[in-house]
């Protein structure tokens, strides 16, 4: 059997993308006649269709899901093939599409962005923020090279470089009688209303964890989609929520209705890299790491220096 061709694959992998000829054809930058004839050539050579074609539209075939996963796979060493010779020249080149969850993106990005571009000017970064399931996901088809995120990430096929840890603290409405101490205790909590993130936020598991551990309760009031709003709702009196540490000098500024304390448990999550075990770009991953602890927002702790010292804890 022939074998088929890196051209005959990306226009099945385009096609099975967009479900629509015409579609994956403009993204492919080909005409659809030309692009149509190297999919049907592909269909002929592994005798079995990928595709059912009608006016409703185009629809994978069984056989189709499984055989467009493997082409994903062989695009994605195609694609580390090419990588691994510009890495031999130079590790922080050419295009990096990095996903980032936005409970860190606005906190943790902006500093590390300047000093990467400034040092290594020819490195093309494209930021993609999401939540974490769809971030992994997207990582795993190869559409994202690296995650920078909340750890663990449980999962044999990725790696992961534990680079920080970012303490919780307790966002209140200034005439809280909770505000007039100048610390929290755990017992402090319990029985209160936490504001939280809605589902599919790894921030509102961690939240539900400590709250859990302190004895408070999610408040019905409000599930947000961002940590701005519940900011917002904190200053309106709506009850109190938990904060990572990077985003009080951005969620805060200009509102004086709000009090941070800390919390003597010292709750904390783990901020790190995520990438594939085979990508050839570990070691420039690697050197990504070392810009972004140079870049830390104040107030975290950097994992290697915990470990030196002794007092690296484990997540709250």
């Known amino acids: 059997m022939e074998r088929p061709s890196i051209r005959q694959l990306e ?3 385009a096609v099975a993308d967009r479900l629509h000829f015409g579609r994956a054809a403009k993204a492919c930058h080909v005409t659809q006649p030309a692009l149509s004839t190297q999919v049907q050539a592909l269909e002929e050579q592994l005798e079995v269709r990928l595709f059912e074609r009608s006016r409703r539209g185009v629809v994978l ?3 189709g899901e499984r055989i467009i996963e493997r082409a994903r796979v062989v695009l994605r060493s195609v694609d580390d093939l090419v990588q691994v010779s510009k890495e031999s ?3 922080l080149s050419g295009s990096l599409h990095l996903g980032v969850i936005p409970t860190v993106a606005p906190y943790w990005l902006p500093r590390w962005l300047r000093r990467v571009r400034r040092s290594h000017p020819e490195l093309n970064l494209f930021l993609h923020e999401d939540q974490t399931d769809r971030i992994v996901a997207a990582l795993r088809a190869g559409s994202l090279d690296l995650l920078l995120l909340a750890l663990p990430v449980d999962a044999p096929d990725l790696e992961s470089l534990p ?6 603290v307790v966002a209140l409405p200034r005439r809280h009688p909770l505000a007039a101490r100048p610390r929290i205790v755990e017992r402090d909590l319990e029985g209160e209303q936490v504001l939280l993130l809605a589902d599919g936020h790894c921030l509102r598991d961690q939240a539900l964890s400590i709250c859990s551990q302190v004895g408070a309760v999610e408040s019905s009031a409000v599930r947000a989609s961002s940590l701005n709003t519940l900011v917002q709702m904190v200053a309106s009196g709506l009850g109190i929520t938990l904060l990572p540490l990077a985003a009080v000098p951005v969620e ?3 509102i004086s209705e709000i009090e941070i304390r800390e919390l003597d448990s010292n709750p904390h999550r783990i901020i790190g890299f995520t990438w594939r075990a085979a990508s050839p770009r570990s070691e420039a991953f690697r050197q990504l790491a070392r810009h972004l602890e140079r870049a830390a927002p104040a107030g975290v702790t950097l994992l290697r220096d915990a470990a030196e010292t002794g007092n690296a804890s484990s997540p709250g």
């Open 11 to 13: 226009y099945a992998v």
């Open 61 to 63: 075939t069984r056989a």
């Open 89 to 91: 020249r130079e590790p």
């Open 163 to 168: 680079l920080f840890l970012e303490p919780f």
């Open 252 to 254: 805060l500024r200009g």
